[in-house]
């Protein structure tokens, strides 16, 4: 169990550094006014999604679910700090699904957003991260 735990931290830590990051390339994309640079963000964007955002997300929602089956689920199901939890990581789960929607958007030319957009969507996953962060320490219901 204290692997399953351990594991679902770790992907939980590189899911969470591609989610501060991804939208904060998006700020200096926008911000771009050369092709060069364009096309260097598009690459640096499409490693980072699909090479360990993704992979990330998908390894946390395993070792999550992992923990529930390896510990005792009669626990978890009446655990109300958990479904909360839950309800942020459908949330950030969005989140990840607009961050691929902004990528083809970019990818293929049409951003339509200015980096001040980017800049305040950047701050999304900050906010998720203290509340899941305090309901899984603190589980205050």
Request: hydrophobic share 55%.
């Amino acid at each position: 169990m204290l692997w399953f735990k351990a594991l679902h931290l770790i992907a939980m830590v590189c899911w969470f550094a591609g989610l501060f990051y991804l939208p904060r390339l998006y700020v200096y994309h926008a911000m771009s006014d050369d092709n060069e640079s364009r096309e260097r963000f598009k690459v640096m964007e499409r490693k980072l999604f699909y090479g360990i955002m993704t992979p990330s997300m998908l390894a946390t929602f395993a070792f999550g679910i992992g923990l529930l089956l390896a510990g005792s689920w009669q626990l978890y199901a009446t655990a109300g700090w958990l479904h909360a939890k839950f309800a942020m990581l459908i949330i950030l789960a969005i989140y990840h699904y607009f961050c691929w929607q902004w990528l083809k958007d970019f990818r293929d030319d049409l951003n339509s957003r200015s980096h001040i957009f980017y800049r305040w969507m950047n701050e999304i996953p900050v906010i998720f991260l203290v509340a899941i962060i305090i309901l899984a320490v603190i589980k205050p219901f």
